[in-house]
């Protein structure tokens, strides 16, 4: 049910919840035990590995939100190339987070190809 059907209620939510601006838990199934406590292992799985590959990449991404993270590092805008049965990421030439990008990618054992 939604607010504006239930006129004598008031919602379980508010806007001003940590809640509500985490889009993870935004979306628990209601009633659903087993259901929410996979979607909150995974929610949790997902947030640690955000904060980790941060970590990993640069002191301003140790620091910054889980939402930052996912703009600057993990929503590459980078074309996957495949010469030599390799694969190589083509990263924009002016690309704001191309070095703490490459920090991440060789802290995780990988090397860099572009």
């Known amino acids: 049910m939604t607010p504006s059907r239930c006129t004598g209620l008031t919602p379980r939510w508010n806007r001003s919840s940590p809640t509500w ?14 259901a929410n406590a996979a979607w909150l292992t ?20 140790a620091k910054a939100r889980t939402g930052t993270i996912r703009r ?10 495949r010469p030599g049965r390799q694969a190589a990421l083509h990263l924009p030439q002016r690309w704001r987070w191309a070095d703490d990008f490459a920090d991440l990618w060789t802290a995780t054992g ?5």
């Open 21 to 34: 601006r985490t889009p993870a838990l935004g979306h628990l199934p209601p009633g659903k035990f087993t």
């Open 42 to 61: 995974l929610a949790a799985t997902a947030y640690n590995l955000t904060r980790a590959a941060g970590h990993l990449a640069s002191a301003f991404h």
């Open 72 to 81: 600057h590092l993990i929503a590459v805008p980078a074309r996957i190339a």
């Open 110 to 114: 990988q090397r860099m190809q572009t």
